[in-house]
């Protein structure tokens, strides 16, 4: 039984519940609403999360991420498989997080940084003495307070696993900018978390 012929017999929100992925997929290239709705409840809270990386807030991450969504379900027909659906859909939503913040970032880096040497301790090391453990929430809280470009590069290269070559041409800056830019980021972070949690 084609599955548009199933829907008709099973109320929208079961009908969804059960299905796979490719079932849900079929469904939306097709443009079933109902299933891009479900696609977004699935993804949602881990996209905002995603989002809000390169956010300055709550509100510009929300607001990136249904941006992000407009593009996944304008895309679909583009999704191979090679990847599972929500590998794919993370780099929909990094790749329009940083489209969006692209200028702001590259203002924010100095040009003349690629001038200033930095020694490969300095892109590595730092440390970070505290009493009592600091949580994950702690960090992200911080995390905000850092300058756009610092936080930028340190969410690609940390979190999503980016290379400094990749974070140079996703932000047209330098591979040195970059290693310069976490560096700094590094070195600020833990200075912020020992005055504060100290």
């Known amino acids: ?33 109902a299933a891009q709705q ?3 409840e699935l993804f949602a809270p ?5 989002c809000r990386r390169y956010a300055k807030d709550l509100e510009m991450a929300q607001d990136f991420m249904h941006d992000g969504f ?22 929909i939503m990094i790749n329009n997080s940083l489209t969006a913040i692209k200028k ?7 040009v003349n940084i690629d001038d200033v040497p930095v020694r490969e301790t300095d892109s590595t090391e730092f440390e970070l003495h505290h009493k009592n453990p600091i949580t994950a929430n ?11 470009g610092y ?7 940390v979190l999503d696993g980016f290379t400094h070559k ?22 600020l972070l833990a200075k912020m978390l020992n005055e504060k949690y100290n």
């Open 1 to 33: 039984m084609p599955l548009e012929t199933l829907g008709d017999y099973i109320q929208p929100k079961e009908f969804l519940l059960i299905n796979s992925e490719e079932e849900l997929l079929t469904a939306i290239k097709n443009g079933n609403r």
């Open 104 to 110: 702001e970032v590259r203002r924010g880096i100095k």
């Open 151 to 157: 936080k930028t590069v340190l969410g690609l290269y």
């Open 70 to 91: 407009i593009k996944v379900f304008l895309n679909i027909g583009k999704f191979r498989g090679e990847s599972s659906l929500e590998t794919w859909v993370t780099r």
């Open 38 to 40: 479900r696609i977004y």
């Open 138 to 148: 702690q960090v992200f809280e911080l995390l905000d307070e850092l300058p756009l």
């Open 166 to 187: 990749e974070i140079a041409s996703q932000l047209g800056i330098s591979e040195g900018t970059s290693k310069s830019q976490l560096a700094k980021a590094k070195r």
């Open 46 to 50: 881990k996209m905002v999360n995603v």
